[in-house]
């Protein structure tokens, strides 16, 4: 029984020193086998986690057993513990409820705080609370739609107001809006947040139709003070919901209300909505979102995997991050497959394995190395943007003149926009950079360009392999 309370006072000095994340994924079940007298031996529950105790934490935990043992134990040692699942051993501490029962009072007066915020969104949308914007992973391709997001909450109604995004699907936009609202929430308790999707929106009006409440309605969204819409592109074809939301954008925007909206193109070739209402979504700042880097998934797939409390090893987490390339969803799915094996199994997560997972379900599985080094090549290979200029240029058989300066001739037009899209998507430069180097073009024109390269290239797989062998050719 001793040693089951003195495990229990070395883990709570664990707890108040690690993050919860770290704790909860590699601290499982943990028991004191022996005790000797300058030493103390912890049993786990197997050699993966024996392992990792001991490469990660074996500081932290010798730090915190000898504040328990007054420093008279010099050194620790962990074993697997044959007998640690046994009912019989009180021992063995469960680490996952005893964070429960160590944290329980400090978070009942978080969640009485948090309900208090969390209200005045239940009355008005539905976000979920667990995406914040401190578990938002931010490269190079959400930088910038992050930042704004940041802004807003910062000054919400008067900076970026309406702030327009716009991405593929499934890049994290769910997650960005909706920790928006939360941020403006813990920041603001007095304020009224609302999130919905175009879809909910839809069946809102026509609901308030069916019942003749549609002043109810206008007067519920009057009420708020930030409204965040997903999805705009879906009222297409509904005009008399476009109406609706023009009025309460109206009245909101008049108010200093902020407005949030997120769309899967920009507003501009969101043609099958009213001109009227396209135009109101571009008052503010526009941004996009592009397909997350090498660096970015791997941070993802990470972040992912301390949320769901499970240890994936650093080998399989780079593999999985060079192999699923298109979006969140897919690197989320892939991950929980590899929860339900092992849960199923028993196995741990191994390179072989993961590469056998991935083929299975129809993912393309380059060697590690390569994969790695074929993405995560840096500029560092070239030494300006001149190079790029120049391999576009020699590919396409035309004077680098005739790409950077205003030639409107056809056969200029594609090579222009392979050199932006490249400046932008391997170089990482802005797009008033890159309007500079092509002759003082604006923003809006340079960000066209790349868009208009990067649907051809899902279509034209002629392009495609012309721009590969250009990003060959150089190394990017």
């Known amino acids: 029984m001793e040693r089951h309370y003195k ?6 000095d664990v707890i108040s020193t690690l993050k919860k994340q770290d704790f909860l994924v590699y601290f499982r ?7 000797n007298e300058s030493s103390i031996t912890f049993g786990t529950v197997s050699s993966f986690m024996k392992d990792n105790l001991e490469a990660k934490f074996y500081d932290t935990v010798l730090s915190a057993t000898q504040r328990e043992f007054w420093d008279n134990i010099h050194s620790i040692e962990f074993i697997v513990d044959n007998e640690i699942d046994n009912p019989s051993n009180t021992n063995a501490i469960d680490c996952q409820s005893y964070y429960k029962e160590s944290s329980k009072s400090a978070k009942k007066a978080e969640n009485t705080k948090a309900r208090s915020g969390i209200a005045a969104v239940e009355k008005k949308g ?35 107001n309406p702030l327009y ?11 960005l809006l909706q920790a ?8 603001y308790k007095n304020k009224k947040v609302a999130y919905t999707t175009a879809d909910k929106f839809i069946t809102e009006y026509v609901t308030a139709v069916k019942k003749r409440t549609v002043d109810k309605l206008l007067e519920k969204f009057r009420a708020i003070d930030v409204l965040v819409i997903d999805d705009v592109q879906f009222l297409s074809k509904k005009e008399q919901t476009q109406n609706e939301l023009y009025n309460i954008f109206n009245i909101l925007y008049d108010a200093n209300k902020q407005i949030i909206i997120s769309g899967d193109r920009a507003p501009k070739e969101l043609t099958e909505l009213e001109p009227r209402l396209r135009s109101r979504f571009e008052w503010g700042i526009t941004v996009d979102i592009w397909k997350p880097d090498f660096e970015t998934r791997l941070a993802i797939i990470q972040e992912k995997a301390r949320e769901k409390e499970f240890m994936i090893p650093q080998d399989v987490a780079e593999f999985i991050a060079a192999n699923v390339t298109e979006n969140v ?20 997560p191994s390179l072989s394995r993961i590469a056998q997972k991935l083929q299975k379900l129809s993912f393309t599985t380059d060697l590690l190395g390569e994969s790695k080094s074929a993405e995560r090549r840096t500029t560092s290979t070239i030494k300006s943007y001149e190079d790029i200029i120049d391999a576009v240029s ?9 790409i950077l300066w205003e030639n409107r001739k056809k056969e ?58 250009i990003k060959d050719g150089i190394g990017i």
């Open 126 to 160: 539905s976000t979920s609370n667990r995406y914040t914007l401190k578990n938002f992973i931010v490269g190079w391709d959400n930088q910038l739609a992050y930042s704004a997001c940041e802004a807003v909450t910062k000054n919400p109604g008067k900076s970026y």
């Open 329 to 348: 969803r897919e690197l989320e799915w892939v991950l929980n497959q590899m929860i339900a094996e092992y849960e199923l199994t028993g196995n741990t």
């Open 180 to 187: 928006t609202g939360n941020e403006i929430l813990m920041k």
């Open 29 to 35: 079940k943990i028991s004191i086998v022996e005790i």
């Open 165 to 175: 995004i716009y991405w593929d699907v499934w890049l994290g936009k769910t997650h």
């Open 394 to 402: 020699m590919h396409f058989g035309i004077e680098k003149e005739g």
């Open 412 to 469: 200029f037009m594609i090579p222009r926009q392979v050199g932006m899209y490249l400046l932008k998507t391997k170089m990482n430069y802005t797009y008033e950079r890159i309007g500079n180097i092509f002759n003082g073009r604006n923003h809006a024109s340079v960000l066209y360009s790349c868009n208009k390269m990067d649907k051809m290239l899902k279509k034209d797989k002629t392009l495609l392999y012309e721009v590969n062998a």
């Open 7 to 12: 495990l229990k006072n070395i883990l709570t």
